[in-house]
């Protein structure tokens, strides 16, 4: 077998592949040597407190922020050479946290630059995608034509994942989609989560709320101070010592 | 509701039209024109401060060139003007280019920063550069009689009146044009909130490049325009900083991210900073530009988002 088709079938299980990554702004580090992967069909999350780092790795990953050692593979493919929308229209897919979404434009148009890369496609593909998106997200088509900063906090982060799902992820990252949000409009997040999942799109979940985020996830990492100090599966992970202690307070 | 619309703007242009021929005194018209330059600049301006989120205060740069380019073409090799105002638009845009792909990652006021740096070089280049004429400036040979070909006017203000009319009405037209396009929608996307954009996949560095073309090439062939005007051109008058920031003034006071804002500004403030100047600046005393500052100042307090928000609902 050649080294390019051992590559490829490499590729078709592994979807993310972050290796020994140093990041930072300026001089400082911000993530240190920080490796994990994304395998096809999977939830991983990567938890961990305010400021451990958890943005960071995300906005690297899309190339928001360049990488000081180590690298990125997304699908077989090393990802430095690749500028952001390179990276994106190769399918993958940051909702920024605080669900920032463009507020003096509709719902509509921001639904329709999610579909960035599929801009030279015919309207009605676009629009068929629209329909399946606000399946999801029913409350999206009662305000189609409304401004987005006329929507509640949860509302916004609705969209800004709906916005998202626009680009057909082959990886769909989260970041902190429960942040500011009532607990129950965050079960109604961490519900479209797992409809999303089971949708076939593997997501890549950072959270500060630790236990709901590891009860969902197939595999954690523990993030602290720009370090993973631990790996498991959600289970293991809720088990651990480290995180009844250290986040759980138990 | 869109006839009705479309009337009244009909019935606008009819008006700027027989306009000077109502007032036919040559400061009214000297006026006129200044408001319609203001309003090309302003309107310019608006694509990429208004709407891309660039913050540019160096808009004089983008003016002198043109200013300058044209007149040493006309000079140097006899070419009109009128091709020498589009070459100008060219070099422009290729300036705006230089300047802009090394800036394509800079944020807010670093963006700004910049832009003033680069006003102020060019402004030194020039002023030290001896081919432009350096301090002393240039002005072309003035022809015999009103030409179209040497675009020389003197023995009516008319036909400025009417071309100025035209650029304004033109860059209005394309600046809307593009910003209802699907390359506007990406601007306004950027100028909204640049990450998200870039995380969506939007192409900042490619946007960022378009929207300052657009602006730098309209701000050019106004800066070529003014140049024919007054038919003396040297680094203070077209290559100042305080025009880089009248434009943004007026641009924001008039209401940026609007298609007819900036055009109000114009409107409201290129005649009150022109008849200040008239009445009170010989004193010397500074006090047309105090009376222009109060009036801004009032405004951007009780209209922060502009004299358009007059006219539109939220
Ligand atoms: N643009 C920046 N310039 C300089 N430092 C930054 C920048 N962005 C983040 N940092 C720093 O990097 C560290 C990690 O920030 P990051 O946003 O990745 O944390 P986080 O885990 O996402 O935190 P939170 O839960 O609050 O969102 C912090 O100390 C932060 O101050
Ligand atoms: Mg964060």
Redesign the pocket.
């Known amino acids: 077998m050649t080294l390019l088709s051992l590559k490829l079938i490499w590729g078709m299980f592994i979807m993310l592949r972050v290796n020994g990554i140093q990041v930072g ?2 001089n ?1 580090a ?1 993530i240190r040597d920080v490796s994990f992967r994304v395998d096809k069909g999977e939830i991983v999350t990567i938890v ?10 995300l906005k690297s990953i899309v190339g928001l922020v360049g990488l000081k050692k180590g690298n990125i593979e997304f699908m077989g493919e090393d990802m430095g050479k690749y500028q952001p929308h390179e990276r994106i229209e190769r399918g993958i897919v940051l909702v920024p ?1 605080g669900g920032k979404v463009f507020g003096r434009l509709t719902i509509k148009d921001n639904l329709y630059l999610g579909s960035y890369k599929y801009r030279k496609e015919d309207k009605s593909v676009i629009e068929e995608r629209i329909e399946e998106v606000m399946e999801i997200f029913p409350v999206l088509k009662e305000r189609y034509h409304s401004r987005a900063d006329t929507m509640s906090g949860g509302e916004r982060q609705m969209l800004a994942m709906a916005r998202g799902l626009m680009g057909n992820p082959e990886l769909l990252m989260l970041d ?1 989609p429960s942040l500011g949000l009532a607990p129950k409009i965050v079960d109604k997040i961490f519900e479209v989560i797992q409809v999303i999942h089971s949708k076939g799109v593997p997501i890549l979940l ?1 959270e ?1 709320q630790i236990h709901r985020a590891l009860e969902i996830a197939d595999r954690g990492y523990v993030l602290q101070d720009g370090v993973i100090v631990l790996e498991g599966s959600g289970q293991e992970l809720l088990n651990s010592e480290l995180v009844k202690k250290a986040y759980l307070g138990m | 509701m869109e006839k009705g619309k479309h009337l009244y703007y009909v019935v606008l242009v009819v008006l700027a039209i027989v306009f000077p021929i109502v007032f036919n005194v040559p400061f009214v018209q000297h006026v006129a024109i200044m408001v319609f330059m203001y309003g090309m600049l302003a309107e310019s301006w608006n694509v990429i401060g208004g709407y891309s989120g660039l913050f540019s205060f160096g808009q004089a740069a983008f003016f002198g060139i043109g200013a300058y380019t044209s007149t040493l073409l006309y000079m140097q090799l006899g070419l009109t003007p009128w091709i020498g105002m589009i070459a100008g638009g060219l070099v422009a845009i290729a300036a705006g280019i230089a300047i802009g792909y090394p800036c394509s990652k800079l944020k807010g006021h670093y963006f700004a920063i910049a832009t003033i740096a680069f006003a102020w070089i060019i402004n030194i280049l020039f002023t030290n550069w001896s081919f432009v004429g350096a301090a002393t400036g240039l002005s072309p040979e003035l022809a015999p009689a009103d030409s179209w070909y040497a675009f020389q006017f003197r023995s009516s203000k008319l036909p400025y009146y009417y071309i100025g009319l035209f650029l304004m009405l033109l860059t209005v037209y394309v600046v809307n044009k593009v910003i209802k396009s699907k390359t506007g929608f990406y601007l306004r996307a950027l100028g909204e909130n640049e990450e998200v954009a870039a995380s969506l996949g939007v192409n900042i560095a490619k946007y960022r490049l378009i929207s300052i073309s657009i602006a730098s090439f309209f701000t050019a062939v106004a800066g070529s325009f003014y140049a024919q005007y007054v038919l003396y051109i040297d680094p203070p008058s077209v290559l100042a900083h305080f025009l880089s920031v009248e434009i943004v003034l007026i641009a924001m006071f008039g209401g940026s991210g609007t298609i007819w804002g900036p055009i109000w500004g114009a409107l409201i403030l290129v005649p009150l900073s022109q008849y200040a100047r008239a009445i009170w600046g010989g004193m010397g005393s500074g006090l047309d530009i105090m009376v222009y500052g109060f009036v801004i100042m009032v405004f951007s307090i009780f209209r922060p988002r502009g004299v358009v928000s007059f006219f539109i609902r939220k």
């Not at chain 1, 961990?48 to 790795?57: L, Q, Y």
């Open positions: 702004y300026g400082m911000v961990g407190s305010n400021g451990a780092g958890k943005s960071t790795i946290e902190e950072v500060q």
